[in-house]
């Protein structure tokens, strides 16, 4: 509703006091530069009042760490506030032009109160006259504001992406690094502490079998604090440095990773490792010597899996499998050590013992044809990721020269190239296995024969990978059968299992 001229209001009363509202806002450039701050306006705002014989009966301010949103907030409360209050305010006070408004929008909605609820707003520092000029004069200092305003912007955008396009951080830099000044430039390095637990809690994550949780309990447990105020990593957090690609060398800009000059706390194996493990289930069985799909459960057919436990009080780690069906009504409660296992899984080797020296080598070598199968199959898998890998770094040349041609935005070249790092080294990881078992296959089903038959005590030592190759060759898969596993053993090792075996004869075979 529109409010009635000044008639009805007694503007000129000396024995009432003159009522207005204030807006003080500055930012931290602004502060640098022109050596002001809200402190000086809210000084300046009072003592324009009480020359005025008035009073502010409302301030708002808007300090140097308001975000635009929150800017925008301020002053549309603000102009609600006049529309509702008009007929008992005198006006609303400005420290300057622009600080009433930073675009022209803002602008016309304070010249609307003051045409349409006789709500008049005054610059303190730079006053005009009430007249066709003075106004003139009001609004080639808004336009004046409002265009340093876009062209600002502009600027900023336009030194943030020239950061970018250096490497460098556009923000502040994450957990981990830190922003320093080298010759008045900005630029970020390693953080001596936060960086070595930030490559420590990737490390745990990977190789480890941990989960969320469990990977804050072990760093709590082992003293690494997330700071000095808060001793304990938050989970959120956690899980968001283990996704940001800071980490591998690459900075964010407008949604888009690029690559980076600043030094990677994480390489891309273990990078790639733990972002396979985050799309994983809570208790990531693939990691633990026996889940991931090897044993079933008898009562139920469903998988067994396993979980890592930490005890608070001696801070030693255990592993423990039970059915992913354990609280499922009426399943039997079963849950396994895996150090009980291992003692089956001993005591099925030691069935496999074979005593004769003849029969052992024309077992290896019964065993090193069969893995000359798997090799060839390596090598043809190896052979076709070379191919696409050729394949994708001309993908990659093309990409580069359709950038360089305009043919595609800059925002389109960032997302594609980002897709063809994570493929290349994607294929880079598929090659180094191919190539690793092209040279190792052979060997490991050798150590695995030679386990079950004189090495023992190396099982219970060996690490993750190994047992689990161990079993792959070795086994088919695994039935829990409450406490006892039943194993189904590939050929020929089924011969041993079985105790059938025919040792007379080498020309026989098994």
Same mark, same amino acid.
């Not at 022209?104 to 609307?112: G, K, M, P, Q, S």
């Not at 109160?113 to 003075?134: I, R, Y």
């Not at 608070?312 to 296992?341: D, W």
């Given at each position: 509703?529109?409010?009635?001229?000044?008639?009805?209001?007694?503007?000129?009363?000396?024995?009432?006091?003159?009522? *207005?509202?204030?807006?003080?806002?500055?930012?931290?450039?602004?502060?640098?530069?022109?050596?002001?701050?809200?402190?000086?306006?809210?000084?300046?705002?009072?003592?324009?009042? %009480?020359?005025?014989?008035?009073?502010?009966?409302?301030?708002?301010?808007?300090?140097?760490?308001?975000?635009?949103?929150?800017?925008?907030?301020?002053?549309?409360?603000?102009?609600?506030?006049?529309?509702?209050?008009?007929?008992?305010?005198?006006?609303?006070?400005?420290?300057?032009?622009?600080?009433?408004?930073?675009?022209? #929008?803002?602008?016309?909605?304070?010249?609307?109160?003051?045409?349409?609820?006789?709500?008049?707003?005054?610059?303190?520092?730079?006053?005009?006259?009430?007249?066709?000029?003075?106004?003139?004069?009001?609004?080639?200092?808004?336009?004046?504001?409002?265009?340093?305003?876009?062209?600002?912007?502009?600027?900023?955008?336009?030194?943030?992406?020239?950061?970018?396009?250096?490497?460098?951080?556009?923000?502040?830099?994450?957990?981990?690094?830190?922003?320093?000044?080298?010759?008045?430039?900005?630029?970020?390095?390693?953080?001596?502490?936060?960086?070595?637990?930030?490559?420590?809690?990737?490390?745990?994550?990977?190789?480890?079998?941990?989960?969320?949780?469990?990977?804050?309990?072990?760093?709590?447990? &082992?003293?690494?604090?997330?700071?000095?105020?808060?001793?304990? #990593?938050?989970?959120?957090?956690?899980?968001?440095?283990?996704?940001?690609?800071?980490?591998?060398?690459?900075?964010?800009?407008?949604?888009?990773?690029?690559?980076?000059?600043?030094?990677?706390?994480?390489?891309?194996?273990?990078?790639?490792?733990?972002?396979?493990?985050?799309?994983?289930?809570?208790?990531?069985?693939?990691?633990?010597?026996?889940?991931?799909?090897?044993?079933?459960?008898?009562?139920?057919?469903?998988?067994?899996?396993? &979980?890592?436990?930490?005890?608070?009080?001696?801070?030693?780690?255990?592993?423990?499998?039970?059915?992913?069906?354990?609280?499922?009504?009426?399943?039997?409660?079963?849950?396994?050590?895996?150090?009980?296992?291992?003692?089956?899984?001993?005591?099925?080797?030691?069935?496999?013992?074979?005593?004769?020296? @003849?029969? =052992?080598?024309?077992?290896?070598?019964?065993? =090193?044809?069969?893995?000359?199968?798997?090799?060839?199959?390596?090598?043809?898998?190896?052979?076709?990721?070379?191919?696409?890998?050729?394949?994708?770094?001309?993908?990659?040349?093309?990409?580069?020269?359709? =950038?360089?041609?305009?043919?595609?935005?800059?925002?389109?070249?960032?997302?594609?190239?980002? %897709?063809?790092?994570?493929?290349?080294?994607? *294929?880079?990881?598929?090659?180094?296995?191919? @190539?690793?078992?092209?040279?190792?296959?052979?060997?490991?089903?050798?150590?695995?024969? %030679?386990?079950?038959?004189?090495?023992?005590?190396?099982?219970?030592?060996?690490?993750?990978?190994?047992?689990?190759?161990?079993? %792959?060759?070795?086994?088919?898969? #695994?039935?829990?059968?409450d406490v006892t596993l039943v194993p189904t053993t590939r050929k020929p090792f089924d011969v041993l299992a079985e105790g059938l075996l025919i040792s007379s004869s080498r020309a026989g075979g098994i």
């Open positions: 509703m529109k409010k009635p001229k000044s008639n009805n209001k007694p503007k000129t009363s000396t024995q009432k006091k003159k009522r *207005f509202i204030a807006l003080a806002r500055v930012s931290s450039r602004e502060q640098e530069r022109e050596g002001f701050s809200l402190d000086i306006q809210v000084d300046a705002l009072n003592a324009y009042a %009480e020359r005025q014989n008035g009073t502010i009966i409302k301030l708002w301010r808007i300090a140097e760490t308001a975000s635009k949103t929150d800017e925008r907030k301020t002053f549309k409360e603000l102009i609600a506030y006049a529309k509702k209050h008009a007929i008992e305010l005198d006006g609303i006070l400005f420290y300057k032009v622009d600080r009433a408004a930073r675009n022209l #929008f803002d602008y016309v909605e304070l010249e609307r109160l003051e045409s349409e609820f006789d709500v008049p707003f005054f610059s303190v520092t730079q006053p005009t006259e009430n007249t066709p000029a003075g106004r003139m004069q009001r609004r080639m200092l808004a336009s004046m504001a409002s265009f340093y305003t876009e062209q600002q912007s502009i600027d900023v955008k336009g030194g943030v992406k020239r950061r970018v396009e250096e490497g460098l951080f556009p923000q502040k830099a994450p957990y981990g690094y830190r922003n320093i000044r080298v010759e008045k430039r900005g630029l970020v390095e390693v953080h001596p502490v936060n960086g070595t637990k930030v490559t420590k809690l990737f490390d745990l994550y990977a190789y480890h079998h941990l989960t969320l949780d469990s990977l804050q309990e072990r760093l709590y447990q &082992e003293g690494i604090p997330y700071s000095d105020s808060v001793p304990r #990593f938050p989970r959120s957090k956690l899980y968001a440095i283990l996704r940001d690609r800071s980490y591998i060398g690459e900075v964010k800009y407008q949604g888009q990773w690029h690559p980076g000059t600043h030094k990677a706390l994480v390489d891309r194996v273990t990078w790639d490792t733990v972002q396979v493990l985050l799309g994983e289930k809570v208790y990531r069985s693939h990691e633990l010597t026996y889940a991931g799909g090897l044993i079933k459960c008898k009562h139920c057919n469903a998988i067994v899996t396993g &979980e890592s436990v930490v005890k608070k009080t001696t801070g030693k780690e255990y592993v423990y499998y039970r059915c992913s069906q354990y609280n499922a009504p009426g399943h039997p409660r079963v849950r396994l050590n895996e150090e009980k296992i291992d003692l089956q899984m001993l005591a099925i080797f030691d069935k496999m013992r074979i005593e004769s020296d @003849d029969v =052992r080598e024309w077992f290896a070598a019964q065993l =090193r044809v069969r893995t000359q199968y798997e090799q060839d199959d390596a090598r043809l898998k190896a052979e076709e990721i070379q191919r696409q890998l050729s394949l994708l770094r001309q993908q990659k040349n093309q990409l580069l020269n359709m =950038r360089l041609n305009e043919e595609i935005d800059a925002d389109g070249y960032a997302a594609k190239a980002t %897709e063809h790092r994570d493929r290349e080294a994607n *294929f880079k990881l598929k090659l180094n296995a191919c @190539d690793l078992g092209l040279d190792e296959n052979a060997e490991i089903a050798i150590k695995a024969f %030679e386990l079950s038959q004189n090495l023992r005590g190396k099982w219970l030592t060996a690490d993750y990978p190994v047992k689990r190759r161990y079993l %792959e060759i070795v086994f088919l898969n #695994f039935v829990l059968d």
